[in-house]
């Protein structure tokens, strides 16, 4: 890993201006990102997990733009993403991949396999008509699909096999970067093991840096370099995996990690879980202060009045909260 982030977020906000009631008569702001810190280092794997609607998909798509940013600055290698239009975006893209969740729903279903991962080598002129189809058999086989594939629809193939064929649509831009949007949820559990293996035998071999997007703390747990935990819009913990899950620091991340069950019987017994109270707020209304307070079992009074700072509570390790702050034992 280098020195200098090949990503680097600072203060980043995404409001959603949307319309309510049954003729649209009311505004409202959704407040789905405010003041996302990030640096995102060349050849690791940063993965952000929280409950739904924490924000997470909203941070990778306002990063790769295909969400304009209220505010804040997006990095990449200087340049600022967020400034960026649609024209002026477009010698990025190449650098800047993602992987949705639904691959089915990602692929033309007219187009054949070999035309899906063809079209992007063409868009970017990366080779030209006569070379396109090598190119996709070789990506085919990075993916651990035969060549024969590119022939095929999306509806032959499993669900699985899209998914592959999506990461090696990805990987036909050469990218530098991929955000991985809750890339196996759909999958089954021994098919989510193999995609989350060639991810890994991917970034090896291409020196690809992930943001991996999930809801699956064993699965983070397994291809994470660093893990951020969002709530509600906010970044509450940042750190690298070894001391998120060994000793975390925040009450939210305690009690999603007392959630993940353990492999031993007798520790799944006899382990105390932390379950926390209430229904996550809604961002058209958020909590004022921490937005963690109206759940927190340990909640104090400046809780509510102020936003606790994003600070560096341990080399490497941050942290949003006021009790970590003063002390309190959690």
Known sequence: MGAEPLLKIENLVKHFHVRLGAFGEKAATVYALDDIDLSIMEGETLSLVGESGCGKSTTGFTILNLYRATSGKVLYRGQNLAELDEREMRPFRRDLQIVFQDPYSTLNPR??????????????????????????????????????????????????????????????CQPKFIVCDEAISALDVSIQAQIINLLLDLQEKYGLTY????????????????????????????????????????????ALLSAVPETNPAHERTRQRQILQGDVPSPLDPPSGCRFHTRCPIAMSVCSAKIPAWREARPGHYVACHAVEAGAPS
């Open 111 to 172: 187009m054949t396999i070999g035309e899906a991962i063809g079209e992007p080598i063409l868009f970017h002129k990366l080779a030209g008509k006569a070379e396109v189809k090598d190119k996709v058999a070789a990506l085919l086989a990075d993916v651990g699909l035969p060549a024969r594939f590119a022939q095929r629809y999306p509806h032959e193939l499993s669900g699985g096999q899209r998914q592959r064929v999506v990461i090696a649509r990805a990987l036909a």
């Open 211 to 254: 943001l991996f997007i999930a809801h699956d703390l064993a699965v983070v747990r397994h291809i994470s370099t660093r893990v951020g935990v969002m709530y509600l819009g906010r970044l509450a913990e940042l750190a690298s995996r070894e001391d998120l899950f060994g000793e975390p620091l925040h009450p939210y991340t305690k």
